[in-house]
């Protein structure tokens, strides 16, 4: 698909997100502002969702130094001409002396309900020659301009200008890549958004405190991630290796590396702290000695620092290492299609305006009336998916999704801090502080309430967008709709509140499974995953999946919504049980009477809907715009039937499902 886009000519594109994952308060934004340039802070400031540091350092593409940038001469449009420019002079000059003769497509987009002329031809821009094969300047002038409500501001001449202004500057010739560090919050409200950033394209730091033990507990932890063990560093650091790897799909082998950096180096005594490293990697080698993903990890750099103490020798050691992870990836330096450059300077022109959404149409026109380069409407939509897939733009080709284009992807990562955030950054407002702690109490929202929160002045960008913004939350799992139906009449009842599974931090203390879920009323399947713990995200968006096909359960009083856990209603006879247990995903079918009464066609139908609900989420995970790409097998399901007596629902749930490897226990 990007081949076609390849058609015109391409530069190379220098670009690295590095992504700072780990525990909570372990060291992650300190360590970030040193390594661009900034000053650390005092005290403890925990980061509220995502925290982006663009613009403020990076690599010298040929002599591999890290480079600070001063912000105040940062203008993050002059990025997009340096990447052009910097595609080695020497094409710049061949692609000058080059006579571009290009044909107007078949499928011309442009309407021609209006007749107004372009301007005359310009200058040839130097490297905008090649970038389009559809608009030679004998074209141009033949084509009519619409009246429309979009402007294109990429006239040739302005691209020539811009280009010439950053020729001057020389800065291109310094070919800087940029590095771009994205500081997850390590709170655990946050595990179920933060994966929607998560992307091969990136290299992720795992930062860890060294001056723990990898096993001794971590107070105050209400909930983490692998719910039924004890919370230690260990737990935290496998379960940020399993995210990364679940959610990342591997299209080039190894790739992406993870690298584990331990701080607090000065909480250790000074000769104790190699023996320190020496005990933390090893528990840490041991730690993922037999996990599948080990070919990610990079455990040859023993790190430890000081994230306070900007002249620790040891980051210096970092750079080096990210610097060279950096070279390594097979994404730094990736060959972009020119023929995309026009529409990319209009966009970003837009977010620089402050611009973050716009609709289809919009797009559409901004393409068409462009006096550079028109894409097809085919090319179109491939720019979009292909931008969707680098994670510049956010683009769902739903029906309900597909007639808006985020071009600020900022913007997903504010709509999730929005109403996903710890409790220390709930607003204070009477009306939201209600809803927030409704939120984290019962799981559930309004539609309204979430409009409510969209409606200070942080998030006034999402406001005029509300209703798409709402739908891709449903898209993503993140909400999921509360079913209700007329117990007389059996119709669907609009929906009210809908569920909010990764706020609920409570943790199931009702008596349903000693009293309910008995061996002789229940049975029990199990799915496996290879990993030793379930990223949290993947049950979260089950529990949302199934909320939104059955009924929540009322027991003692509560309903049965808690964290990792939840009780359905199937019918007057049939209960549903799903919840997590380190690296299990439970599925309990429970009869009121006995487990020999349990339906055994229910059985299977609801298991196959699991499965298949499972599929989709791991779906959505692994889809990329490279189809042909290896399928990552980090995470096959298996389906273990356990506590089943009964013969025949037993055969009939272990008839194996597509994709899903079933054993009998
Ligand atoms: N002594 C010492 N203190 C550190 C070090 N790294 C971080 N700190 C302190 O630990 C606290 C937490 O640091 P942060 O950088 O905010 O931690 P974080 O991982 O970003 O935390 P979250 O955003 O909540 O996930 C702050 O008070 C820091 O000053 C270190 O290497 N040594
Ligand atoms: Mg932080």
New binding site residues.
């Given amino acids: 698909m990007l081949n076609r886009l390849l058609g015109s000519g391409t530069y190379a594109s220098f670009d690295m997100r590095c992504m700072v994952t780990?525990?909570?308060?372990?060291?992650?934004?300190?360590?970030?502002?040193l390594l661009a340039g900034d000053i650390?802070?005092?005290?403890?400031?925990?980061?509220d969702g995502i925290s982006l540091i663009e613009g403020r350092c990076g690599l010298d593409v040929e002599t591999r130094s890290w480079i600070y940038i001063d912000p105040e001469t940062y203008n993050a449009l002059d990025v997009v001409y340096n990447k052009v420019l910097m595609t080695s002079v020497e094409e710049v000059e061949r692609q000058e002396s080059e006579k571009p003769f290009e044909q107007l497509p078949e499928s011309n987009p442009v309407r021609s309900d209006d007749n107004i002329m372009t301007s005359g031809p310009s200058q040839q821009p130097l490297a905008v020659k090649s970038l389009s094969p559809q608009m030679s300047d004998s074209v141009s002038q033949r084509r009519p301009e619409l009246k429309t409500r979009m402007q294109s501001k990429m006239t040739r001449e302005e691209i020539r200008k811009k280009m010439e202004k950053v020729l001057k500057s020389g800065n291109y010739k310094m070919k800087v890549g940029r590095l771009i560090f994205w500081?997850?919050?390590?709170?655990y409200v946050y595990y179920t958004t933060h994966q929607t950033f998560m992307t091969f394209r990136a290299l992720f730091l795992v930062?860890f405190?060294g001056?723990k033990q990898l096993h001794e507990i971590v107070p105050d932890v209400l909930c983490f991630p692998g719910q039924h063990m004890t919370p230690t560093p260990a737990v935290f650091l496998q379960h940020w290796v399993n995210s990364i790897l679940t959610y990342c799909k591997v299209v080039y082998v190894g790739i992406p590396k993870i690298l584990f950096v331990a701080?607090?180096?000065?909480?250790v005594l000074m000769e104790d702290v190699e023996s320190k490293r020496e005990q933390l990697y090893n528990g840490v080698e041991e730690l993922f000695k037999d996990h599948e993903g080990r070919n990610h990890l990079i455990l040859t750099q023993r790190i430890f620092?000081?994230?306070?103490?900007k002249t620790d020798p040891e980051i210096e050691v970092l750079k080096k290492t990210i610097t060279d992870l950096t070279f390594e990836h097979p994404c730094w330096g990736e060959q972009m299609p020119n023929a995309c450059v026009p529409l990319e300077l209009e966009i970003a022109e837009l977010v620089a305006e402050g611009k973050q959404i716009l609709s289809l149409e919009d797009v559409e026109e901004l393409n068409a009336i462009s006096k550079v380069s028109v894409l097809s409407p085919d090319q179109l939509k491939d720019f979009l998916h292909f931008n969707h897939s680098l994670g510049k733009i956010v683009y769902f080709e739903t029906p309900q999704l597909g007639n808006y284009v985020i071009i600020n992807p900022l913007l997903m990562v504010e709509v999730m801090r929005s109403f996903v955030t710890d409790k220390v950054f709930w607003p204070k407002e009477t009306r939201m502080q209600e809803t927030f702690k409704r939120m984290s109490e019962s799981g559930t929202i309004r539609r309204e309430d979430l409009y409510f929160i969209w409606e200070q002045k942080d998030f006034s960008a999402i406001l005029p967008y509300k209703e798409f913004i709402f739908n891709i939350l449903i898209y993503l799992d993140i909400l999921a709709e509360q079913r209700r139906y007329d117990t007389i009449t059996g119709s669907r009842l609009p929906v009210e509140n809908f569920f909010v599974p990764c706020m609920v931090i409570e943790r199931n203390t009702t008596s349903f499974m000693d009293k309910e879920c008995t061996p002789e009323r229940a049975i029990c399947l199990a799915f496996l995953f290879k990993g030793t713990i379930i990223p949290p995200a993947l049950p979260n968006r089950l529990i949302s999946a199934c909320l939104s096909m059955w009924t929540l359960k009322k027991y003692e009083e509560r309903t049965l919504l808690f964290s990792g856990f939840i009780g359905l209603s199937f019918d007057k006879s049939h209960d549903i049980v799903v919840c997590v247990e380190g690296n299990k995903i439970l599925l309990y079918i429970v009869h009121k009477i006995s487990s020999w009464l349990i339906v055994p066609d229910i059985a299977t139908g609801v298991k196959e809907c699991l499965v298949i609900t499972m599929e989709r989420i791991s779906d959505f995970y692994q889809s990329t715009i490279m189809q042909h790409a290896a399928n990552n097998h980090l995470f096959t399901l298996n389906i273990h039937v356990l506590r089943c007596n009964v013969s025949s629902v037993k055969r009939k749930l272990c008839r194996p499902v597509n994709g899903c490897v079933t054993n009998i226990n």
Avoid: M
């Fill in positions: 780990g525990q909570f308060g372990v060291g992650k934004s300190s360590l970030v502002k650390v802070p005092e005290g403890r400031h925990p980061t500081d997850f919050g390590g709170q930062v405190d001056s701080t607090h180096k000065d909480k620092v000081n994230a306070r103490d």
